[in-house]
């Protein structure tokens, strides 16, 4: 069914799909009850008169593209319909369909709700994840070309000290957001790759975000990496609906609006007053710096999250024939919060505390490993060396003494390394894994559930969470590693 939704979009619609894919869609497609003065002309990069929403009827059609990364569960949300609905009015897509093809026309049931946000889009979503659109960018070289006082700051970051560009290369491997997206940010609110001298206290708040936990400008950075996803995934998931201003007013976001762009509005709300909010979400404020260091975010055309997405076949991540404790469901690849893309697995004879074991973590899948530092190793399954292309599994909590190296090719069920506590936060050892595609985190249980061995992960109420099923079988996560926790490994 998948390949005949493809062989049924026209040629036209393929066109389309070449000369919108990741451009700004500030600018929508007229709907049918719009006069002739709400008309836009061509795509242009200076500020336009921006689409008039309308109170629709319920259940009214409206004009939508789809763009990388969309789900019908995120649309029906969005748009405050149901997915059966989105079915009827688009018969075309199929009820197993994962991602929807970027550039394909559909037709929308909107149900309208007050407090629309602005259309108007800052980045695409390609420019937000540490995807494709990274792979010739060099944070490190390019905060040591510019004048800024970043260049020359420190911090003590994940077990070493670390300057301003390697800061930030560390930031978005490990949230896997654009170096270029955090860049722009301590430009916009700092000045730091312009200014000789800094403007602000690097040891307090400079970010904006009044934290204790939070001070300094790495752990500011690390918590404005964390937020940001956490306004993109929830809203490409269909999980947020609205989030309140500087004011105190609510905002939903425009449903034609794009993760990348909301998961800044959503930041922005967080740390700055309200006549800074509103200039910082206009062409006059976030964009314009960002495209004053990098050239205009759109004209990367881009799609980095194809039609009908899949996962490849993967194993459990312990050797076959060996039962280990599903001790974590659902819950964030990296920091808190959405997206919900990891999950816990710790062997049997460990229960609480971080023991060592003998027991070893393997490969889910042929790759080659894209990277690997202390306690953290990525599994590129598309054989380039290059995390941010393709597939890739994220291992965290690896005992670093004797875990792989970066470089290594391996097979699927090749040693890894050992599970422990390293890497962060652990109440008892085990290894984390999550899935990332282009950069994108692909959450556990979503259009695209994680899947080893035919055993698939579903959220619970709360993170960690949640259960692994396959056939009639349902094995609840338990930090406590008990039998009804356990799974075995049917892999060679």
């Known amino acids: 069914m998948i390949r005949t939704f493809y062989t049924r979009l026209t040629v036209s619609m393929f066109l389309l799909y070449q000369l919108t894919a990741c451009v700004p869609q500030a600018i929508e497609p007229v709907l049918p009850e719009q006069t002739s003065s709400e008309e836009i002309a061509e795509p242009s990069y200076e500020p336009t008169p921006l689409p008039v929403r309308s109170a629709y009827s319920p259940g009214q059609l409206v004009d939508y593209v789809a763009r990388s990364g969309d789900t019908l569960a995120g649309l029906a949300s969005r748009f405050n319909t149901t997915i059966a609905e989105i079915h009827e009015a688009n018969p075309i897509i199929p009820n197993d369909a994962t991602t929807m093809p970027p550039g394909l026309p559909m037709r929308i049931p909107i149900y309208y709700q007050s407090l629309w946000g602005t259309p108007y889009q800052i980045i695409p979503d390609c420019q937000f994840v540490y995807g494709p659109a990274q792979v010739d960018f060099d944070p490190v070289k390019f905060v040591n070309d510019q004048p800024g006082w970043f260049k020359n700051y420190s911090a003590y970051a994940y077990g070493k000290n670390r300057k301003g560009g390697e800061v930030v290369q560390l930031l ?127 004209d990367d055309n881009l799609d980095f999250i194809p039609g009908s997405l899949h996962q490849p076949a993967m194993r459990l991540p312990f050797v076959g024939g060996k039962s280990w404790a599903y001790t974590g469901g659902p819950h964030t690849a990296w920091g808190d919060g959405s997206p919900f893309a990891a999950i816990d697995f710790a062997p049997p004879a460990v229960v609480g505390g971080c023991s060592q074991t003998n027991e070893i973590v393997v490969a889910l899948a042929d790759g080659i490993i894209a990277r690997s530092e202390p306690a953290i190793a990525v599994l590129d399954l598309d054989g380039d060396g290059d995390e941010r292309t393709g597939w890739n599994i994220f291992y965290l909590h690896l005992a670093s003494a004797d875990q792989v190296k970066a470089g290594t090719v391996v097979k699927s069920g090749d040693r890894l390394g050992r599970p422990s506590c390293e890497g962060g936060h652990a109440t008892g050892t085990h290894i984390h894994i999550a899935r990332k595609y282009n950069g994108e985190w692909i959450p556990a249980d979503g259009p695209i559930p994680f899947d080893m061995e035919g055993w698939l992960a579903k959220d619970g109420r709360v993170p960690y969470q949640g259960t692994l099923i396959k056939y009639s079988r349902v094995v609840n996560a338990c930090e406590c590693s008990d039998a009804a926790s356990q799974i075995q490994s049917e892999a060679p």
Do not use: C
Not at 181 to 192: D, F, K
Not at 253 to 265: E, I, K, M, S, Y
């Open 172 to 298: 978005a491997e490990n949230y896997s957001v654009s170096p270029r997206l955090l860049l722009a940010i301590i430009e916009y609110q700092t000045g730091g790759l312009s200014d000789p001298l800094p403007k602000v206290n690097v040891e307090e708040f400079p970010l904006g975000h009044k934290s204790y936990s939070h001070k300094g400008l790495y752990l500011q950075l690390s918590w404005a990496a964390n937020y940001l996803n956490n306004g993109y995934y929830d809203w490409r998931l269909g999980k947020m609906k609205g989030f309140d201003l500087p004011d105190g007013r609510l905002e939903r976001p425009d449903p034609w609006q794009n993760a990348a762009t909301v998961g800044l509005h959503y930041y922005f709300a967080r740390i700055l007053d309200e006549e800074a909010y509103e200039k910082a979400i206009t062409p006059d404020g976030y964009f314009k710096t960002y495209t004053d260091l990098f050239g205009n975010p759109w």
